[in-house]
């Protein structure tokens, strides 16, 4: 591949492409890892990344604390926008906040269980009794 980039505007243009296309690659590796997984991932994911941005130093670059908030800013953007995707898995519920308190997870425990709460309940319901609705009101007249 050839490229046809005055040699003194190759560092401007490897700029202009990485800030281009790198939040779109990124995005879509996001977007692919919660297809993979869920979108849980993205807050471990996110958080590690913020740690990372601000334990780097580089007293050589200008300006490089400004630039560690900006990076920040456009994570936090780039993963609301993996998070508000229609495509992106949303997070299994968690089945141990609807358990209740106390309750076994041994199966013939809850068998046992299950057997004393049909008995005790036996029958499951009254016979349903006989009624008649009388409407107090005048009587019908034949003719």
Known sequence: MTLKVHPGEVEQVKLTAVSH???MVLKEALRRMCGMNSSDC???FEQSMVDLIDRMHDDQQPNF??????AIAELHLLI?????????KKPVENISDRRTL????V?????????????????????PAVTTTTIPGKAKEST
């Not at 604390?65 to 900006?70: H, I, L, N, S, V």
């Not at 106390?102 to 997870?105: A, I, K, N, P, Q």
């Open 21 to 23: 296309f790198l939040p």
């Open 42 to 44: 993205l807050k471990e």
């Open 107 to 127: 199966p013939a425990t809850l068998e046992e269980q299950l057997q004393h709460g049909l008995e005790d309940s036996f029958p499951a319901s009254d016979p």
């Open 102 to 105: 106390g309750r076994s997870e």
């Open 65 to 70: 604390e400004a630039m560690k908030e900006f």
């Open 80 to 88: 609301k926008d993996v998070q508000d995707n229609p495509e992106t």
